[in-house]
């Protein structure tokens, strides 16, 4: 039987709404040890994804002011998902195929969880480069 994405997805998510300001997002990411933020709408439902490099590239290249920029007017929206129910060999080849490190997962729109290459790498081959940076803590 194909392994599920349940299987394998990272369940703990950290979710901003789409007011949150720039600044806030980043100190989420920082304090948590990651590099991304599921953007929600005001029922819970995705929104967006926004991502340490957004932040880089959509905001600060682009000379906004962090503190009244929100998440929802720089983050990613045109989102490819799957469900937990989907085979990890139809998310391998989604990523594969629109060139994303992660997709949301989610269930009646609302995140549920995300798999990122990382978590692939950890799944799929763990003496990878990959898997190792993947379970190594994060820097502070």
Sequence with gaps: MPEKVRDVMTTRLVTVSTTTAL????????????????????????????????????????????????????????????????????????????????LPVVEDGRPVGIVSLGDLALDRDRQSALADISAAPANS
């Design 23 to 102: 600044t806030e997002a980043a100190r989420q990411m920082r304090d948590q040890g990651i590099g991304d933020l599921i953007v929600t709408d005001d029922s819970g439902r995705l929104f967006g994804l926004v991502t340490d490099r957004d932040l880089v590239v959509r905001a600060t290249a682009e000379g906004r002011d962090p503190d009244h920029t929100e998440t929802g007017q720089i983050c990613s929206r045109n989102l490819t998902t799957v469900t937990p129910d989907d085979d990890v060999d139809r998310a391998v080849a989604l990523m594969r195929d629109r060139a994303v490190r992660r």
